[in-house]
């Protein structure tokens, strides 16, 4: 699913209509499906106002590239002055979306130290979450010290930390068993965050660039870079503790296998063991200035709000989307099952 979401992007700017011809003019992707709300008053337009508008859009080779937006103006032509009413008002909701999902998602300062042990499961829960926000610089260093430093009493005889001492011989089995159930909740939420924005893409269309898909795909994959950025500012700011001694002989030859092989070995078995069951990272500041470090931190001081304009005036300008429907998109709810017209002429009861 992770490795998807790039081929998305690049996926959602050309049809497999469109690929298989040299002479396609534009993709005919979008029209297809509607949030499940307005999906049959949509698809009836689409079959009788706009049956001609429509066909022009789904034939590939059609001679106008931007027929979608013949499709787009008389799909709102035929849409009554309140539900239009009903769209704006969902256009503020997802608006709002980007600047919700900010408070409440991992900063790159967070995912950076967890990636430190577990770097897959970072990147899961980067992707799970569309929208980050910029911590201050010194939120680093407040995480470095929490590496040099031991827990506090009051935390250090809270769950989970006293679940290694209770569990004793179980301790293994307990560790895995909490990485298992970890690794299971960040895939689910990173495959839901996924099949949303695809929703975002191909159910809806962008009102001031309808010949585009992909514009919510690339507000998506864009918040990887800002979490690698955060990866690479932590980084910058510490160095390995120095080993206490040299390996003897005895004990260079006693290590087996390739030096490589080891380091996979410890990179794996690192990424399977939470961090309440890890020992603890010999990791400690970095001494002297980092000016690569404030290069990072002014990086992500511009790219975050950037990050934040982009998605809200991409969400924002989304058509075909009820009031409904938005909460969930928000809410990044499963959604509901889509509804088939009864009819392929249903119209709204209330027109």
Not at 116 to 128: E, F, I, T
Not at 207 to 212: A, G, L
Request: proline letters at 9%; glycine letters at 4%; one cysteine or more.
């Amino acid at each position: 699913m992770i490795l998807s979401i790039p081929f998305l992007v690049l996926g959602l700017c050309a049809s497999p209509v469109a690929a298989a011809s040299a002479q396609a003019t534009h993709s005919t992707v979008l029209y297809q499906h509607f949030f499940p709300a307005w999906n049959p008053y949509l698809q009836g337009y689409l079959q009788d106002a706009c049956r001609e508008q429509i066909t022009n859009y789904r034939n590939a080779t059609f001679s106008d590239p931007r027929t979608s937006y013949t499709v787009l103006d008389c799909l709102l032509k035929q849409f009554p002055e309140f539900r239009k009413a009903e769209m704006s008002a969902a256009a503020v909701v997802l608006g709002l979306a980007p600047t919700i999902l900010q408070m409440i998602s991992p900063r790159p300062s967070d995912t950076a130290l967890v990636a430190l042990r577990r770097p897959l499961l970072a990147l899961l829960l980067s992707v799970a979450s569309p929208a980050t926000t910029s911590p201050p610089a010194a939120q680093y260093a407040e995480q470095l010290q929490m590496l040099d430093h031991p827990l506090p009493p009051r935390v250090h005889g809270c769950f989970p930390y006293t679940v290694p001492r209770v569990l004793g011989y179980y301790e293994d089995a307990a560790g895995g068993l909490v990485s298992a159930l970890q690794y299971t909740a960040a895939l689910l939420a990173a495959a839901n965050s996924a099949y949303r924005t695809y929703q975002l893409c191909i159910w809806t269309v962008c009102t001031f660039v309808p010949t585009r898909a992909y514009l919510p795909a690339l507000w998506h994959v864009a918040v990887i870079p800002l979490h690698l950025i955060g990866w690479v500012a932590l980084l910058l700011s510490l160095q390995r503790r120095p080993a206490p001694a040299p390996m003897t002989a005895t004990a260079r030859r006693q290590a087996s296998g390739p030096r490589w092989l080891e380091r996979v070995k410890r990179i794996l078995a690192s990424e399977a063991i939470p961090g309440a069951f890890a020992k603890k990272l010999p990791m400690e500041s970095r001494d002297g200035p980092a000016p690569c470090f404030s290069l990072m931190t002014m990086v992500l001081y511009v790219s975050v709000p950037i990050h934040i304009l982009y998605g809200t005036m991409v969400l924002s300008s989304l058509a075909f989307v009820s009031a409904v429907d938005s909460l969930g998109v928000v809410a990044w709810d499963p959604g509901r099952r889509q509804r088939k017209p009864k009819n392929r002429a249903a119209k709204p009861a209330d027109e």
